[in-house]
């Protein structure tokens, strides 16, 4: 049996010829989405809102704004439903009542009682609680890890690559981060615990794959030092190819069956993985590259000249880290 090749081999692909197109869009998309967490801002979950979450998940479709007036109607104080995943389940908010975990307790079963009874057939498949204090605790924990993070890769960068490359990767970073946020903005989808890992587990993937594509440009600045840098780049890139859609391919394949089958728990760490292996795939390619020529790295980045006994020019071979 031939094994199957996803990627030809020689590819010739001239992947930056509109670089500035794709540059030009990707710092828009930033900017917008900065502008939309901004003014429209994040849903925040209960671990970092804080409140009584019941997911429920109804025998047919239900309008949200019945759903909303019935809740409000207990007088338990006013909710925040939103739909996710199938049209049947929806997340019902409520805040904490005054009283302790006694009142929260008797709240809960007030909700999952009325639910059961107003809508037949209805099935509660979670009831999560976090109190304020928590929450805040826990908001800003999940910003902490998430600066600390980029900080540790800023300082990695640093000491493994030239300072451009540095700025390339971080640059690459920021835009997969931003464009994350600015998703989970214009859609409201649920902003947790989860989506902070995403998130993490999303820096960590697009590291690599730039890491993976700047390794080899390194090699061959090294290797053509007469070659332009933008056909350097291309072929770098179409070098790494295979590897690179192939890695991306599984992941996508994996996480776009649990987006559409998997337990509605996940379905935002799912999405927010997704869509971070789709945007962090591409600025590897068209972001973190393009800042190189913008840079101006060449040869001389590595292996710089001295003037010969004869008028020559004479390298000398710079000691990679």
Known sequence: MRPLKLVPENT???????????????????????????????????????????????AQPVPINQVRERIDGLGLGESAIQQFGDARDVAIRMPLPEGGAEATDEQGDQLRAFITTTWPGATIG?????????????????????????????????????????IGALFSLGHDVALTFGFFAITQLEFNLNIVAAILTIIGYSLNDTIVVYDRVRENLRKYRKMEIVPLLNLSTNE??????????????????????????????????????????????????????????????????????????????????
């Open 12 to 58: 010739n692909i001239d992947f930056l010829r509109l670089r500035t197109v794709f540059m030009a869009v990707s710092i828009l998309l930033i900017v917008a989405s900065i502008a939309l967490v901004a003014i429209r801002g994040l849903n925040f979950g209960v671990d970092f809102a804080g409140g009584q979450m019941v997911r429920v998940t109804f």
């Open 240 to 321: 790494t190819l295979a590897r690179t859609i192939v890695t991306s391919l599984t992941l996508i394949i994996a996480l776009a069956t649990l987006v559409l089958v998997g337990p509605e728990v996940i379905f935002g760490f799912s999405v927010a993985m997704l869509l971070g292996i789709v945007i962090g795939t591409y600025s590897s390619i068209y972001i973190a590259n393009p800042i190189l020529i913008y840079a101006k790295v060449g040869p001389h980045s590595f292996v710089p000249p001295e003037a010969g006994p004869a008028g020559a020019e004479r390298v000398k071979a710079k000691e990679l880290p």
């Open 126 to 166: 979670s009831v999560d609680t976090v109190s304020g204090k928590v929450s805040e605790e826990l908001f800003q924990k999940g910003a902490l890890a998430l600066a600390l993070a980029m900080l540790a890769i800023a300082v990695y960068i640093w000491i493994r690559f030239e300072w451009q490359f540095g």
